[in-house]
């Protein structure tokens, strides 16, 4: 792009899902249709069109909730890369997280990352993505008193409070979306009173079902629903697993999965309780915080 050209931006309406999701297919990424139909309708996405109408870059915005907006899908076409659109949109996405008071943030790939941090981003932590190409063997005990059982749409209210309080994201939408995309996967852990426990959440994918988010109590529970999730349907798998979770890592290696790629989780400013991701034993995905 030369320096006085100014980008038509235009935006991208969720009845562009399937027009745009060619653009992650080139990318090698895992979002299918479903998942730019949900991410336009529930953010804002804007890009850049070819001569021939077909999307040659795009961008998103995700609100999660008033204090935070997740910045993803970042992508252009391999015939209009090195010239700038990436990067004018990602500030682009910037300015208007920006401009609505919120913090943005993002998870950085290693040639990602150099960009992000002149822009003033900063590290939180370091994130492993793990595939695994089949169903694990091995059982998890749970904790004497706590039970696993199928998530069902009653639980999303308390399920939303417990996700809060502990991933520090307002993320309801995103929670009862993926409670129906692979409503067999969806599984909470529970006291004998009722009280959550964890759960695990899970959405089909183009390449490999997404297991994640995976917030819990514990780490021995967190891995007990991450089991039950990998057995409920086919593999392979993916799973973004923040590095602190080294028994996770290590249990999934002992599985056959492998960790070929990395992400840094960053942000644009502090967003209380995002930097500890002690009860975040999965992540949703890097295209949703």
Not at 192 to 200: E, R
């Amino acid at each position: 792009m030369a320096p006085t050209e100014v980008l038509a931006v235009s935006a991208i309406d969720p009845e562009q899902a399937e027009a745009v999701w060619p653009l992650s297919i080139e990318a090698g990424w895992n979002q299918n249709a479903a998942d730019w139909r949900f991410m336009l309708g529930a953010g804002r996405g804007f890009g850049l069109r070819g001569a021939d109408g077909s999307w040659q870059a795009s961008s998103l915005v995700l609100p999660l909730g008033q204090r935070l907006a997740w910045i993803s899908m970042v992508l252009v076409t391999k015939e209009r890369r090195r010239g700038g659109v990436g990067s004018e949109l990602l500030k682009r996405c910037v300015e208007e997280v920006c401009a609505a008071g919120a913090v943005a943030g993002l998870d950085a790939t290693e040639l990602g990352r150099p960009i992000y941090l002149p822009l003033g981003f900063h590290d939180l932590y370091k994130i492993s993505r793990w595939h695994l190409d089949r169903t694990p063997a091995t059982q998890i005990p749970l904790p004497q008193g706590i039970a696993l059982r199928a998530m069902v749409l009653g639980d999303l209210p308390q399920l939303a409070t417990y996700d809060r309080s502990l991933s520090s994201m307002e993320r309801p939408t995103i929670l009862a979306h993926l409670a129906t995309r692979q409503p067999g996967l969806a599984a909470v852990a529970e006291t004998p009173s009722g009280k959550i426990a964890g759960f695990v959440l899970g959405r089909d994918g183009r390449i490999a079902t997404s297991v994640g988010p995976v917030v819990a109590d514990s780490e021995v529970i967190a891995l007990a629903l991450i089991a039950r999730a990998t057995a409920s349907t086919k593999p392979p798998f993916i799973i973004d697993v923040p590095d602190a979770h080294r028994e996770v890592g290590t249990w999934l290696k002992s599985e056959g999965a492998v960790s070929p790629r990395g992400y840094t989780r960053m942000t644009l400013g502090s967003a209380r309780g995002l930097d500890d991701p002690s009860h975040v034993f999965a992540l949703a995905g890097p295209e949703l915080g």
